[in-house]
């Protein structure tokens, strides 16, 4: 099986994973004045926007199901952060990077485990802020936060899924980039990160939660707001992202496998 | 003497697609009918632990598919290889980022190339003090001159410690006193009875380093054998080559590519 080829490649090299991790942080960030605050300062402002747009414009401040909307949004965005820029970045991986790795013995799979892994420890930080806000707001830490480390956990699980398969394919066609771009951009709108579906005919609030967002976002906001053990009361839904992730990554990983002997060919 | 590297019956060829549209109906299995190239032709020979290996022959005639099957690089279309030992293409200036410093670099390029953490830490010094690049290790490589830059490169690959080494650029990077010196380098590695292939134009550098020869022409090998016999008969061809006028070169040439081309 492809799959276990892939987990026994991430594994081994688990130590060149996490380096490399933090070599793309530094490198990312070298040109700036400010270097990696960047990487906080842009949320930061993408985040002021969005709650003044859909929080105060839109809802008038009205908090959403028991929770002021701002911490209701920073649960969920901050999930968004991470995926968006880890698939974007990841799906880039092997054909930004191919040439400079091509005349060592690299184990490309680990191109974007890397990229995705230095998105996951610069969601680690923005998420330890947003848990002293949300202390300070009154939400405080929780047996719940076991469930927040499972959806980390998952969230990175995904996002690699996803950028695997993507990057794969991006390697041979260019435009899958452009693709997986627009498709983030939809799925950012129709997953309830700044709005909830509950106004929407029963039938398409069921359609909606199949995308993988909104069990995320659900998890993050189960875990740090609501006090609830979401994996066990949405079980279907566990059941089905899991299932989700594990077709994914079977399918990432062998068509990696099969296609990374020719990458020289269309990089 | 112990084989080092066994070469058996390796072909290379390639796909010479003119579109996107062909590559990607390949992809699916669905045979367009495209020309293949034959970069090499059943290629066979047997290499020994201490042989100095030079791969000569005229530009586009499959040196360089040559020493990147031999580096694990790319995969042959058929025929093996087989490596006893470990095997490292020196490539100078491949795997550098060019807004990490050059110790970072160092590291960066060494994880790339799967050594671990305690062999880089081990390693780290001994690569600064063969680059010569003083203070300006601790500056981004952006900054360097493209001496610097291979020098760095250079000292990077060859401080590492591999059976089987590939070089597959010239010697001649940095000034003349870094070359005597990557020259003495490859001299150590000689004694130490390593193997080593070494594509060169530099026929004066390839008597002097090398002991055997290999002669490719038009992804064949033509002659294998010890270098002054070797090169006495292609320095032979290419005397002979240089006397001809543009238009036989040009159909000699020709005659060598409706050769390898498979319609």
Same mark, same amino acid.
């Given at each position: 099986?492809?799959?276990?080829?892939?987990?026994?490649?991430?594994?081994?090299?688990?130590?060149?994973?996490?380096?490399?991790?933090?070599?793309?942080?530094?490198?990312?960030?070298?040109?700036?004045? /400010?270097?990696?605050?960047?990487?906080?300062?842009?949320?930061?402002?993408?985040?002021?926007?969005?709650?003044?747009?859909?929080?105060?414009?839109?809802?008038?401040?009205?908090?959403?199901?028991?929770?002021?909307?701002?911490?209701?949004?920073?649960?969920?965005?901050?999930?968004?952060?991470?995926?968006?820029?880890?698939? /974007?970045?990841?799906?880039?991986?092997?054909?930004?990077?191919?040439?400079?790795?091509?005349?060592?013995?690299?184990?490309?799979?680990?191109?974007?485990?890397?990229?995705?892994?230095?998105?996951?420890?610069?969601?680690?930080?923005?998420?330890?802020?947003?848990?002293?806000?949300?202390?300070?707001?009154?939400?405080?830490?929780?047996?719940?936060?076991?469930?927040?480390?499972?959806?980390?956990?998952?969230?990175?699980?995904?996002?690699?899924?996803?950028?695997?398969?993507?990057?794969?394919?991006?390697?041979?066609?260019?435009?899958?980039? /452009?693709?997986?771009?627009?498709?983030?951009?939809?799925?950012?709108?129709?997953?309830?990160?700044?709005?909830?579906?509950?106004?929407?005919?029963?039938?398409?609030?069921?359609?909606?939660?199949?995308?993988?967002?909104?069990?995320?976002?659900?998890?993050?906001?189960?875990?740090?707001?609501?006090?609830?053990?979401?994996?066990?009361?949405?079980?279907?839904?566990?059941?089905?992202?899991?299932? /989700?992730?594990?077709?994914?990554?079977?399918?990432?990983?062998?068509?990696?496998?099969?296609?990374?002997?020719?990458?020289?060919?269309?990089? | 003497?112990?084989?080092?590297?066994?070469?058996?019956?390796?072909?290379?060829?390639?796909?010479?697609?003119?579109?996107?549209?062909?590559?990607?109906?390949?992809?699916?299995?669905?045979?367009?009918?495209?020309?293949?190239?034959?970069?090499?032709?059943?290629?066979?020979?047997?290499?020994?632990?201490?042989?100095?290996?030079?791969?000569?022959?005229?530009?586009?005639?499959?040196?360089?598919?040559?020493?990147?099957?031999?580096?694990?690089?790319?995969?042959?279309?058929?025929?093996?290889?087989?490596?006893?030992?470990?095997?490292?293409?020196?490539?100078?200036?491949?795997?550098?980022?060019?807004? @990490?410093?050059?110790?970072?670099?160092?590291?960066?390029?060494?994880?790339?190339?799967?050594?671990?953490?305690?062999?880089?830490?081990?390693?780290?010094?001994?690569?600064?003090?063969?680059?010569?690049?003083?203070?300006?290790?601790?500056?981004?490589?952006?900054?360097?001159?493209?001496?610097?830059?291979?020098?760095?490169?250079?000292?990077?690959?060859?401080?590492?410690?591999?059976?089987?080494?590939?070089?597959?650029?010239?010697?001649?990077?940095?000034?003349?006193?870094?070359?005597?010196?990557?020259?003495?380098?490859?001299?150590?590695?000689?004694?130490?009875?390593?193997?080593?292939?070494?594509?060169?134009?530099?026929?004066?550098?390839?008597?002097?380093?090398?002991?055997?020869?290999?002669?490719?022409?038009?992804?064949?090998?033509?002659?294998?054998?010890?270098?002054?016999?070797?090169?006495?008969?292609?320095?032979?061809?290419?005397?002979?080559?240089?006397?001809?006028?543009?238009?036989?070169?040009?159909?000699?040439?020709?005659? @060598? @590519?409706?050769?390898? @081309?498979?319609?």
């Amino acid at each position: 099986m492809y799959i276990y080829g892939l987990v026994k490649e991430q594994y081994k090299n688990k130590y060149l994973l996490l380096k490399l991790a933090l070599f793309q942080i530094k490198s990312d960030n070298k040109n700036n004045l /400010l270097g990696v605050v960047w990487e906080f300062l842009n949320p930061l402002i993408q985040i002021m926007m969005y709650w003044f747009v859909f929080g105060l414009g839109v809802r008038g401040n009205a908090s959403i199901e028991g929770v002021p909307f701002v911490y209701w949004m920073l649960a969920g965005i901050v999930m968004w952060f991470f995926v968006n820029a880890a698939i /974007l970045e990841g799906t880039r991986s092997i054909y930004q990077r191919y040439h400079t790795v091509s005349k060592m013995n690299f184990p490309l799979s680990v191109l974007p485990g890397y990229i995705v892994m230095s998105k996951l420890y610069i969601h680690i930080v923005m998420l330890s802020v947003i848990l002293i806000i949300f202390w300070f707001g009154g939400y405080l830490p929780s047996i719940y936060y076991i469930q927040l480390v499972y959806f980390i956990a998952f969230t990175y699980l995904f996002s690699f899924a996803v950028a695997l398969l993507a990057s794969t394919l991006a390697a041979i066609v260019r435009d899958v980039h /452009l693709l997986v771009q627009s498709a983030l951009r939809v799925l950012f709108f129709v997953s309830p990160i700044l709005w909830l579906p509950n106004l929407l005919p029963e039938s398409i609030q069921k359609l909606i939660q199949l995308n993988p967002f909104y069990y995320i976002a659900s998890g993050y906001r189960a875990s740090l707001l609501y006090n609830d053990w979401y994996i066990v009361t949405h079980w279907q839904l566990t059941l089905y992202n899991i299932a /989700l992730v594990l077709v994914l990554l079977i399918i990432g990983s062998s068509i990696h496998f099969k296609m990374r002997d020719r990458f020289a060919d269309y990089v | 003497m112990k084989e080092s590297v066994i070469i058996k019956n390796v072909s290379k060829n390639y796909k010479m697609f003119s579109s996107k549209k062909e590559q990607l109906l390949e992809l699916l299995y669905l045979k367009p009918k495209v020309p293949t190239f034959k970069a090499l032709n059943t290629i066979s020979m047997t290499v020994f632990e201490g042989d100095i290996v030079a791969l000569v022959g005229i530009n586009g005639s499959g040196k360089s598919t040559l020493s990147n099957l031999i580096g694990n690089i790319t995969k042959p279309s058929s025929g093996e290889i087989i490596r006893n030992g470990e095997v490292s293409v020196i490539a100078i200036n491949a795997g550098l980022n060019n807004e @990490l410093t050059g110790l970072e670099n160092i590291e960066f390029k060494c994880l790339l190339m799967g050594y671990s953490k305690k062999k880089i830490k081990e390693i780290t010094p001994d690569i600064v003090k063969f680059s010569e690049l003083g203070d300006f290790i601790y500056q981004p490589v952006k900054k360097y001159s493209s001496g610097m830059k291979s020098k760095l490169g250079f000292a990077i690959s060859v401080t590492i410690n591999p059976d089987i080494i590939v070089i597959d650029e010239a010697l001649s990077v940095g000034d003349q006193t870094f070359t005597n010196k990557s020259l003495r380098k490859m001299e150590e590695f000689k004694e130490q009875g390593k193997t080593i292939f070494f594509v060169s134009h530099n026929l004066g550098q390839v008597r002097n380093f090398c002991t055997k020869a290999a002669w490719i022409e038009g992804g064949q090998l033509k002659a294998f054998g010890e270098v002054n016999e070797i090169l006495n008969q292609y320095e032979a061809f290419i005397k002979e080559y240089k006397t001809w006028s543009e238009q036989q070169k040009e159909t000699y040439r020709q005659e @060598l @590519l409706n050769n390898r @081309l498979v319609k």
